[in-house]
Nanobody, 115 residues
Framework: QVQLVESGGGLVQPGGSLRLSCAAS????????MGWYRQAPGKQRELVAA???????NYADSVKGRFAIFRDNAKNTVSLQMNSLKPEDTAVYYC?????????WGQGTQVTVSS
């Protein structure tokens, strides 16, 4: 069982930055692929960024060059640095942990980009 707790969401102006963090419980964090997903009102949840246990990363086309995902296996955390934010980045952001048949989700954190 893995518990995920997100933090760092909030209101930011267009062009601004935010850093989301996800703290994971458990001793096998380094084995999990980690990801950040988001869901805007009326839309499906979508993958934003992911990082494998080997620290390979991939990003949605819409955030490439603006967002970066990091993991710290010593602290059991995964972070999402979001720069040059746009109003269309407004959504609830969810942390995800995945290993084999197991998938876990955090409770989500709201990110609102508005002037």
């Amino acid at each position: 069982q893995v518990q995920l707790v997100e933090s760092g969401g909030g209101l930011v102006q267009p062009g601004g930055s935010l850093r989301l963090s996800c703290a994971a419980s458990g001793s096998t964090f380094s084995s999990y692929a980690m990801g950040w997903y988001r869901q805007a009102p009326g839309k499906q949840r979508e993958l934003v960024a992911a990082i494998t246990s080997g620290s390979s990363t991939n990003y949605a086309d819409s955030v490439k060059g603006r967002f970066a995902i990091f993991r710290d296996n010593a602290k059991n955390t995964v972070s999402l640095q979001m720069n040059s934010l746009k109003p269309e980045d407004t959504a609830v952001y969810y942390c995800n942990a995945h290993f084999a048949i197991w998938t876990y989700w955090g409770q989500g954190t709201q990110v609102t980009v508005s002037s």
